[in-house]
Nanobody, 130 residues
Framework: QLQLVESGGGLVQPGGSLRLSCAAPGGTLNSYAIAWFRQAPGKEREGVSCISSGFPTIHYADSGKGRFTISRDNTQNTVYLQKNNVKPEDTAVYYC???????????????????????WGQGTQVTVSS
C-alpha cells in the first residue's frame, strides 16, 4: 500500500511562510493525485488543496486560496504545499493523502469521506504564533 510521509512543519510567525513536503519513501506518488488536509485541535480534518497526476488539475479550499500553492516535482517524487502569509488559524497538523482523484469535492467534503489509496500518516505540525 502507498505510504506517504509529511515534513516541513514548524513554528512560524504570522505573515511568514513555510513549505510542506509529501514524499513516498520506497514508492512513487507520481501517478497519484495528492491532497493536503489539516486538523486543528478540537476540529475535524479538512481539505486544504489537491493536485492531480499528469496534466495538473488543482483545487484549493477557501481557507488557502491566494495564500497556499500546491505543486509537484515528479523528478523528486514529492508534492509541496507552499504556505505564504500564514495566520494563527492555519495552526494544525497537516497530512497528505492520495485520494482517488482531485476534484473540488476532494477539498470541500469532510476528510473522512474521501476515498484514498493510503492510510493516514503522522502528519506534520504547523504552529503559527508570535
Amino acid at each position: 500500500q502507498l505510504q506517504l510521509v509529511e515534513s516541513g512543519g514548524g513554528l512560524v510567525q504570522p505573515g511568514g511562510s513555510l513549505r510542506l513536503s509529501c514524499a513516498a519513501p520506497g514508492g512513487t506518488l507520481n501517478s497519484y493525485a495528492i491532497a493536503w488536509f489539516r486538523q486543528a485541535p478540537g476540529k475535524e480534518r479538512e481539505g486544504v488543496s489537491c493536485i492531480s497526476s499528469g496534466f495538473p488539475t488543482i483545487h484549493y479550499a477557501d481557507s488557502g486560496k491566494g495564500r497556499f500553492t500546491i505543486s509537484r516535482d515528479n523528478t523528486q517524487n514529492t508534492v509541496y504545499l507552499q504556505k505564504n502569509n500564514v495566520k494563527p488559524e492555519d495552526t494544525a497538523v497537516y497530512y497528505c493523502a492520495a485520494p482517488y482523484g482531485c476534484w473540488s469535492s476532494t477539498v470541500s467534503r469532510p476528510a473522512g469521506e474521501i476515498d484514498r489509496y493510503n492510510d493516514w500518516g503522522q502528519g506534520t505540525q504547523v504552529t503559527v504564533s508570535s
